[in-house]
């Protein structure tokens, strides 16, 4: 399976379509065999769900995120974890264990990054 988290560096971003890169984590088992920083190409509407999907995620953690990307994920039967924070290794770790949960943080402020619900 392979993980996508927005990131700034290796800590979850508060939204989304801002971060500054994206980690991508290939797990097997139930752990981590591969891990990826992939820079944020540009926050459009549509554009990044997409761009993550065709990359192979399945899953994707962030703080928050707007409902447009939400609904374009679940279009492509991708699994969205908002809410969470931190590290994004640990993040990945916690939903290999069971343990990360999904808040349904929705961001209703794109030109504010830090506006989102948690």
């Not at 996508?4 to 979850?12: D, F, L, M, P, Y």
Request: charged content about 20%; overall charge negative.
């Amino acid at each position: 399976m392979k993980i996508a988290v927005a990131c700034n560096g290796n800590e979850i971003w508060p939204h989304f379509g801002h971060c500054e890169n994206f980690n991508m984590y290939d797990t097997e088992n139930g752990q981590i065999t591969a891990e990826e920083n992939i820079p944020n190409p540009g926050h459009r509407p549509g554009f990044l769900p997409n761009f993550l999907a065709d990359r192979g995620a399945e899953v994707i953690i962030a703080g928050g995120m707007g409902g447009g990307a939400v609904e374009i994920f679940n279009e492509r039967n991708i699994e969205v974890i908002m809410g969470a924070s931190g590290s994004a290794k640990e993040a990945v770790e916690a939903y290999l264990r069971g343990e990360l949960q999904s808040t349904g943080s929705i961001c209703h402020e794109h030109q504010h990054a830090g506006d989102c619900d948690k």
